[in-house]
């Protein structure tokens, strides 16, 4: 009776850690991704897991393989330009693709709960939200919090060469890495367990590709 509960017991606890014990690496997350959004920028997607077979399959459970905190742009949509399906992605959105307690406390829960190994951070071309930070002004209602979010971005790369709007972009992007990889104490302690990695990347509205910075970097 004893060995038939530690036999139970060894199974039970084999079962609730399979999917840390075998979840793909954080490289192998950015190699699908990056294969993904091949296919769809030379128009070979392959539409994977969009089907009902996979709807059923994730309907009690779901086993995401990235984050993507990205711009509420309607022009960017995740699952589309990285040719992915029903729960291979756990998304977060926001204009400009800035994150507050909310938005970080959604990725603790991917990265903790439902053992996501990578978190990209996604700017894009002529982001509307970066472009109002930009242009400076009085921003009406809420708008005034997002583009106050976005302006430490702009005033550190005034000081850059180049297009002061591209550079405001890749540099928003660097300050949400920065802020998801100094969040205390899950996310900080995440990356330095080396359980996640967290990257930026931009997405070229013009010819769809995705250009990914600094993927060894954290």
């Known amino acids: 009776m004893k060995l038939s509960r530690i036999v139970f017991a060894v199974l039970v606890f084999f079962i609730s850690t399979s999917s840390c014990l075998f979840a793909q690496s954080p490289d192998e997350s950015i190699e699908k991704l990056k294969g993904g959004n091949e296919r769809y ?10 089907k009902s077979t996979r709807r059923t399959e994730v309907a009690k459970g779901q086993k995401p393989f990235a984050v993507i905190v990205t711009c509420s742009d309607s022009r960017v949509p995740p699952e589309i330009l990285f040719d992915q399906g029903i729960g291979d992605l756990f998304v977060i959105r926001t204009a400009g693709n800035i994150l507050d ?6 990725i603790e829960y991917a990265v903790e709960h439902l053992n996501v190994p990578l978190v990209v951070v996604l700017g894009h071309e002529r982001c509307g939200a970066v472009s109002a930070a930009v242009e400076g002004g009085e921003a009406p209602g809420h708008i005034k919090t997002l583009v106050s979010n976005i302006m430490r971005a702009v005033e550190k790369a005034r000081s850059k060469k180049g297009d002061l709007l591209e550079n405001s972009i890749k540099q928003n992007v660097d300050n949400v890495v920065e802020q998801i990889s ?4 899950i996310l900080e302690e995440f990356i330095h367990e080396k ?12 010819d769809g590709a995705v250009s990914f910075f600094n993927t060894d970097s954290h």
């Open 101 to 106: 307690d909310i938005g970080l406390g959604s």
């Open 182 to 185: 100094k969040s205390k104490p």
């Open 41 to 50: 920028i030379t128009d070979k997607p392959t539409h994977q897991n969009q």
């Open 195 to 206: 359980k996640i990695k967290v990257i930026g990347a931009r997405y070229d509205l013009d």
